[in-house]
């Protein structure tokens, strides 16, 4: 067994670089957007919600593997290419965004009525009440969703192997094939691989967490 | 003012009080003209007509669910009245003039008369995420644009004022219920408002703990500048600090005048019985 | 031009054809997933450690990795190992409904905590079994409170059947796969694959929505 592993190792860890690189990509994109259109959510303009609302419900609604193929396959031909890599980013990063949008509005309308009010008597302007007072509160509440968010994310990422991103599933494929035998090492070593992956996820939420909320409860 | 002082004789001329007399000339800190407040079907407010000079401390008693409240809360712009206009110190505080007419106001003018209002809540609302030290530098840092070293300095003085000097550095979720409503207090005072809406400061105190913020308030109190609109319970307090106490009752302000007047000798049934009912 | 009509209209009922296969994927895939998170979830309250330890081991274990290397495993690994071998498809629904099941556990695990305590209570004071319990006391309170939950669950494993490809079974994006290496014209197929999901999981989204609103609608009576 240790013997295959040894065999396996270099390819496997090229594989797990790569998952991780494409996944803390995406992460930042997804982050991103979630915020983003997570707030514009709440905009007391109707264009700028309903255009969030549009991107939830559109990005939610696709099979993130029909639309890592489209973006892949089909944009190339409205002039738009795209590496492996920012295909598989984009994808991931948009599908996720929607997911995470309505985990940053949540949190936001779950802050106390109490802390918008305290902030207009303070005579803070709209975007000080937001990004002083209520975001900083409402990102403790999203740390757990957003774990549960993320190692989605790692797991997903493994769809990568249907445009031959050379990930981790891709690195174990390879090796399947001339390994036939020990499919079922090589295979709970890759399940092993992403359990890691994944905790070190949580890990650093849990981390995050703490720090974020030092001192205030 | 002359011209009812002649359809009334029995009042000679020469005993009008000149302070008087210079007080109602100028105009009042707080106006609120046939204000109505309504939420949903449910009309609260049925017609308010109140005024504060400046400096004045009024006490707004009266049973729960009077809209006593909800009074505080439209002169700090935190709910709109349904008709009505306020005024504070003779400027339309939920509306604007343009060309001669009144329309509804904008975020911007609503952010100017904002600096002359401060509000203390019931549950304190303090922000949980922030040192005491920051809860009360942060909006003269954002708002005022002080420097920080300014703040920092006006808001350590707030807080020795209210004897918290002691716990700049403490999460307000370290802090007892009074500790956390005197933070709040200095919070609002470091903003230097003209008037101030204490909203039922101690309701949500432990008892043990109602002594120490009003003693606090007191202080403030007979400091004079600020106009103050103590919305209480605590009818002791109320007589104690306030120049005038209004009674109101089903959306009404039923009786008001002198703390004496209004606790010794009551005229209307209504707050009879609701002064003999808290006693 | 990019898109052609023409085409497209001669692309669809290729893929419709297999559409059944995705549906089947789907409802088979979810209701293994309901079933087994059930046992999962009562299980999971056991008087024994040992019992609960392994349940959830598992569920955190199944959770925390991918539905494709599941796939991969059950599909390549499994026959090898124990000598089982079965059919793409019903691998592939199994792996769907494994890997949720592990979702649905949670779910049914808030629902029943749901319940009152006091309930459990009044059940052991009536001296009804355990059985009696579960099924006639708990269940039918813990269940309705959480069905919109489910509803999305169903969603979700509806999205997910398009990596079935990977273990060679044909549904709708393996069909449009083929369609597109014959054709070498992947925007039509692709698209359509596309819209498709789209149509099917907005309708889910809004029955789940009805149905939410028909047990709020309940509740208030």
């Known amino acids: 067994m240790i013997d295959y592993w040894l065999e396996w190792m270099p390819l496997l860890w090229k594989g797990t670089v790569s998952t991780a690189q494409v996944t803390v990509l995406s992460a930042a994109l997804a982050l991103l957007l979630a915020a983003l259109t997570g707030i514009c959510r709440l905009s007391k303009f109707r264009l700028i919600r309903g255009l969030a609302l549009v991107y939830v419900l559109t990005f939610r609604g696709i099979a993130l593997l029909v639309l890592l193929f489209w973006i892949y396959y089909v944009l190339p031909y409205m002039n738009i290419e795209l590496s492996k890599t920012m295909a598989a980013v984009l994808a991931l990063g948009l599908n996720y965004g929607a997911f995470g949008s309505e985990i940053v509005r949540s949190s936001i309308l779950a802050v106390p009525q109490g802390q918008w009010e305290a902030a207009r008597a303070l005579n803070m302007t709209p975007a000080q009440r937001m990004f002083r007072i209520i975001f900083p509160q409402a990102l403790i509440r999203m740390i757990p969703p957003f774990n549960n968010l993320m190692i989605e994310l790692l797991k997903a990422s493994s769809l990568l192997f249907f445009i031959g991103m050379t990930d981790l599933v891709y690195q174990a494929d390879v090796l399947r094939g001339l390994y036939l035998q020990q499919s079922t090492q090589l295979y709970a070593t890759l399940l092993v691989i992403y359990f890691i992956l994944a905790s070190m996820i949580s890990y650093s939420a849990r981390l995050l967490e703490r720090k974020l909320s030092a001192g205030r409860l | 003012m002359g011209t009812t002082m002649e359809k009334q004789p029995q009042t000679a001329p020469e005993t009008v009080d000149p302070t008087v007399a210079a007080a109602e000339a100028t105009v009042p800190m707080v106006k609120y003209t046939d204000v109505k407040k309504s939420f949903g079907d449910l009309e609260v407010l049925h017609g ?17 669910g009077s809209g006593k409240t909800t009074l505080g809360r439209m002169l700090m712009t935190l709910d709109h009245p349904t008709s009505g206009t306020i005024e504070v110190e003779g400027e339309h505080l939920w509306h604007m003039e343009r060309k001669g007419k009144l329309v509804p106001a904008n975020e911007k003018h609503l952010h100017m008369m904002r600096t002359k209002i401060g509000m203390v809540f019931q549950h304190f609302n303090l922000f949980p995420h922030m040192k005491v030290i920051n809860n009360v530098t942060e909006a003269p840092v954002k708002v005022l644009g002080l ?29 007892s219920g009074g500790q956390k409503q005197r933070v709040a207090i200095a919070r609002a005072l470091v903003m230097r408002p003209k008037v101030m809406v204490f909203d039922e400061v101690t309701s949500a105190l432990d008892p043990e703990l109602v002594g120490e913020v009003l003693e606090v308030i007191k202080e403030i109190a007979d400091e004079g500048e600020m106009a103050m609109m103590l919305i209480t319970h605590e009818m002791d307090f109320a007589r104690e600090v306030a120049d005038r106490v209004v009674f109101g009752a089903d959306g009404l302000i039923v009786e008001q005048g002198p703390p004496e007047q209004i606790f010794e000798n009551p005229q209307s049934e209504r707050l009879q019985t609701f002064l003999r009912r808290i006693k | 031009m990019i898109w052609s009509w023409e085409y497209a209209w001669s692309v669809l009922p290729l893929l419709l054809d297999v559409i059944g296969t995705t549906l089947l994927a789907t409802l088979f895939g979810f209701l293994i997933a309901c079933t087994f998170g059930m046992v999962l979830a009562v299980l999971g309250r056991s008087r024994f450690r040992v019992i609960r330890w392994t349940v959830n081991g598992f569920i955190e274990f199944v959770r925390n990795t991918p539905l494709l290397v599941q796939l991969f495993f059950l599909f390549y690994a499994l026959p090898l190992s124990l000598g089982i071998s079965m059919s793409a498809f019903t691998t592939g629904v199994i792996g ?23 309930q459990w209570e009044a059940a052991r004071a009536l001296n009804f079994s355990k059985q009696r319990t579960w099924t006639r006391i708990i269940l039918p309170q813990a269940i309705p409170p959480i069905l919109p939950i489910m509803g999305n669950y169903l969603i979700v494993v509806f999205k997910e059947t398009p990596l079935l490809a990977a273990i060679t079974v044909m549904e709708m994006l393996s069909r449009a796969k083929n369609i597109v290496s014959r054709d070498w014209r992947p925007t039509e197929p692709y698209t359509l694959v596309g819209i ?5 999981s907005l309708l889910l989204a809004a029955l789940v929505s009805l149905l939410e609103y028909k047990m709020a609608q309940r509740q208030s009576k």
């Open chain 2, 147 to 175: 420097s920080k070293e300014e703040a920092h300095d006006r808001a350590v003085e707030m807080l020795r004022k209210v004897g918290l000097e002691e716990k700049l550095d403490v999460y307000p979720a370290k802090l």
């Open chain 2, 48 to 64: 308010i007509n109140l005024e504060m000079a400046a400096g004045e401390k009024i006490a707004i008693i009266g049973p729960s």
């Open chain 3, 196 to 200: 498709l999901f789209l149509v099917i």
């Open chain 3, 96 to 118: 769907l409904g494994l890997h949720y099941s592990t979702y649905l556990a949670e779910v049914y695990r808030s629902g029943i905590n749901g319940v009152e305590k006091g």
